[in-house]
């Protein structure tokens, strides 16, 4: 690499290269021998790299470094979308040629991918070890210098989110506010009643609108909200563009929106301040009260960026989820049906119908497995970025130093070494723990590792609230606006329909339904 910034350098300080009298013809080959001694130096390193670990008594996993310099970048880019619910091209085709772990060139470094879920497993278990999580500069500049820790930083980053989304701040915090909040949300799709409307959207607006309440104690009809709602859009939708900071481009269009996120919650940190009241309202002053191990208070930048990634992560993963449940149950009646027998099941023991205790969550059991399901047929993460701090080896398998590695959690949730008719949608798989590798669950929906999603509990729960406001009071007929009917994503960036979901609701007269089901 040494080699190839050397011939760079002595290429721009060539004098007046590009200024008459060099004739076209000079140019052109001078440009083709640059680019011959780049490839060649390329080669050369890549043909080293091969060599001297295979003398180590390390072997590469299969595969092609691509060409020079992009790798196999485009191919990446180009081969990372289809269809919810089927597997990425990129990795599919990779899988059939090389095995489950294979050898690539990504975004300007070496990097293995691993879709074998021992393997992927055993690298998140020695994270701080042996890997240790990577992100791209341009995306460490949007999400701010504090959110991608590690080490002592990180553990303090997860008690506090532990303070929020953990199995007992749920139960003490989220019970009665997360139905309140998706029944009135409910109501508002009553007042369309029989109208087509874009479901997606809906789910994305409904989970932002309860974010902002719990974690800022904004209410949904305030205007910061919908500013808010807004740049936070703006800036998921484009996280992955081209990292160009120029007027015009989306990158810019993105750090502009993370600015005036991070003014906006600056603001609401100086206004609580000012307010001094001892009730704890929402997390935003739960946060302000608490103290490192020095007793110290959090730096106010500390506090900014962690409330804006907990806004970010609760939110969009939530709404993906549930515009996903939405998809699957509207191609699966017989899905539906057997949900609503639990939820009225559940109603019959519940006098109080409109609100649901934990006891009542507890006994969902069909409806969890619908959720793990639809968690399994659309991953919310489709892959992990991790960077090796050492040569790591595992079953003869060698991955360098310095390299960057890709963890594929989605492509085993479409192995049929793992899941009995894996293109299916077969909530019932769950209830016998379908794995044909001894009963061993390989579901990993919300990461793994120390740096698994610590809000898993909370997404379920909230899952599982919507799920049973829906199929209690609604019926539902999926509409293919403008005769779209796929439902590609694109999994570099958000992964979201790009047709949207477009839905006609209508009540349901449960009377008459259950008395056509006893029939």
Not at 302 to 316: I, T
Not at 426 to 437: A, I
């Amino acid at each position: 690499m040494e080699t190839m910034e050397s011939l760079i350098n002595l290429w721009w300080r060539l004098p007046n290269i590009s200024s008459p009298p060099w004739p076209p013809a000079v140019l052109l080959a001078t440009f083709l021998c640059v680019v011959g001694a780049l490839s060649i130096c390329y080669l050369l390193h890549s043909l080293h790299l091969d060599v001297g670990k295979h003398k180590l008594g390390g072997q590469l996993p299969p595969g092609s470094l691509g060409i020079p310099l992009l790798g196999e970048t485009l191919q990446f880019a180009f081969f990372s979308s289809g269809p919810i619910g089927s597997p990425l091209p990129f990795f599919s085709t990779r899988l059939r040629r090389y095995g489950p772990v294979f050898k690539t060139h990504l975004m300007g470094r070496p990097t293995a991918v691993s879709m074998d879920p021992e393997l992927s497993k055993f690298l998140l278990a020695n994270e701080g070890r042996s890997i240790r999580a990577y992100v791209p500069k341009s995306f460490n500049k949007i999400l701010g210098p504090t959110v991608y820790l590690h080490g002592v930083s990180h553990r303090a980053f997860r008690e506090l989110a532990n303070l929020s989304v953990s199995s007992n701040a749920v139960q003490k915090l989220h019970v009665d506010t997360i139905q309140e909040h998706f029944l009135a949300c409910l109501k508002s799709w009553h007042q369309r009643s029989s109208a087509v409307l874009d479901a997606q959207k809906h789910c994305r607006e409904w989970a932002f609108t309860y974010s902002a309440k719990y974690f800022l104690g904004l209410e949904a009809n305030n205007p910061i909200t919908a500013a808010l709602m807004r740049d936070y859009f703006v800036l998921l939708n484009g996280y992955a563009s081209i990292p160009i900071n120029l007027p015009g481009t989306t990158y810019n269009n993105i750090v502009k929106a993370r600015g005036r996120i991070s003014s906006t919650i600056a603001n609401l940190i100086r206004a609580k301040k000012k307010e001094d009241r001892k009730e704890e309202m929402d997390f935003l002053d739960i946060l302000l009260k608490r103290t490192n191990g020095d007793g110290e208070h959090y730096s106010g930048l500390h506090v900014v960026d962690w409330v804006f990634a907990f806004v970010l992560g609760s939110y969009e993963n939530t709404a993906l989820l549930f515009a996903n449940i939405l998809k699957f149950l509207s191609e699966n009646e017989h899905v539906v049906n057997e949900l609503r027998r639990e939820h009225f099941a559940i109603q019959k023991t519940n006098p109080n119908k409109a609100k649901l205790t934990w006891d009542d969550y507890r006994t969902m059991y069909f409806t969890k497995h619908v959720v793990k399901e639809t968690l399994r047929m659309a991953s919310i993460t489709q892959f992990l970025f991790r960077e090796s701090l050492e040569d790591i080896y595992f079953k003869g398998i060698l991955i360098p130093k310095g390299w960057m590695v890709l963890l594929n959690f989605s492509m085993v949730h479409f192995s049929s070494d793992y899941y009995t008719n894996p293109l299916q949608f077969d909530p019932w798989r769950w209830m016998c723990q379908d794995s044909t590798r001894n009963n061993i669950d390989f579901l990993v929906a919300f990461g793994g590792g120390p740096r698994m999603c610590p809000g898993s509990m909370l997404v379920m729960y909230e899952a599982s609230i919507f799920i049973h406001h829906l199929v209690t009071l609604y019926k539902w007929k999926r509409v293919h606006e403008g005769g779209k009917q796929y439902d590609n994503v694109d999994c570099l960036s958000l992964p979201i329909m790009r047709n949207g979901l477009f839905l006609r609701l209508e009540p349901l007269d449960s009377n008459k339904w259950q008395k056509e089901q006893a029939s």
